[in-house]
T-cell receptor
Framework: DTAVSQTPKYLVTQMGNDKSIKCEQN?????MYWYKQDSKKFLKIMFS???????INETVPNRFSPKSPDKAHLNLHINSLELGDSAVYFC?????????????FGNGTRLTVT | GENVEQHPSTLSVQEGDSAVIKCTYS??????FPWYKQELGKGPQLIID?????GEKKDQRIAVTLNKTAKHFSLHITETQPEDSAVYFC????????????FGGGTRVLVKP
């Protein structure tokens, strides 16, 4: 069974559209994250949630809105997509948010904006 | 904020040789240093981690060393195998800042048979 699963795996869309990426973890973790990996493979945190509460919110355009309906799910909605949003988005989870907890990553969603 | 630099960006080794990847960090408050391996089309996977109260940790062919004074840490892979070919990332985090990992830029390792 996949521990952290994301859907869809690939997402191709046009500028200006709104899209969502879903993430679910079955590890029983209480903290979930979204990371963005750009074309140069650089990984940067976007958000983290602990038990549905926002913990980390990096400098991300407010077109990006995470939603956590419960501690096993963290979805990412993106409004008015731009070319620069093209990247691979990774969901991750960990047990605890107070530092030093290993992250478990999903296999990513490759978003291409044309 | 924390800044993590990683070298080299690419590394080619012959099967059976050792590979070493080095990282430096900027914030002396960082106290957790994981290493991740990312294979093509997959997410990063934790391979080993070290905390600031430990200078060295080993797990089979993989070892990590930490020098807090110099603010650098390294990953050593011995007896490399073709399946070790991947992109490796170092990272650092500060406990007080939540579980926020700052990643290095990655090292693409190619093990030639």
């Amino acid at each position: 069974d996949t521990a952290v699963s994301q859907t869809p795996k690939y997402l191709v869309t046009q500028m200006g559209n709104d899209k969502s990426i879903k993430c679910e973890q079955n590890l029983g973790h209480d903290t979930m994250y979204w990371y963005k990996q750009d074309s140069k493979k650089f990984l940067k945190i976007m958000f983290s949630y602990n038990n549905k509460e926002l913990i980390i919110n990096e400098t991300v355009p407010n077109r990006f809105s995470p939603k956590s309906p419960d501690k096993a799910h963290l979805n990412l909605h993106i409004n008015s997509l731009e070319l620069g949003d093209s990247a691979v988005y990774f969901c991750a989870s960990s047990q605890g948010w107070q530092g030093n907890s290993p992250l478990h990553f999903g296999n990513g969603t490759r978003l291409t904006v044309t | 904020g924390e800044n993590v630099e990683q070298h080299p960006s690419t590394l080619s080794v012959q099967e059976g040789d050792s590979a070493v990847i080095k990282c430096t960090y900027s914030d002396s408050a960082s106290n957790y240093f994981p290493w991740y391996k990312q294979e093509l089309g997959k997410g990063p996977q934790l391979i080993i981690d070290i905390r600031s109260n430990v200078g060295e940790k080993k797990d089979q062919r993989i070892a990590v060393t930490l020098n807090k004074t110099a603010k650098h840490f390294s990953l050593h892979i011995t007896e490399t195998q073709p399946e070790d070919s991947a992109v490796y990332f170092c990272a650092a985090s500060i406990k007080a800042a939540g579980n926020k990992l700052t990643f290095g830029g990655g090292t693409r390792v190619l093990v030639k048979p």
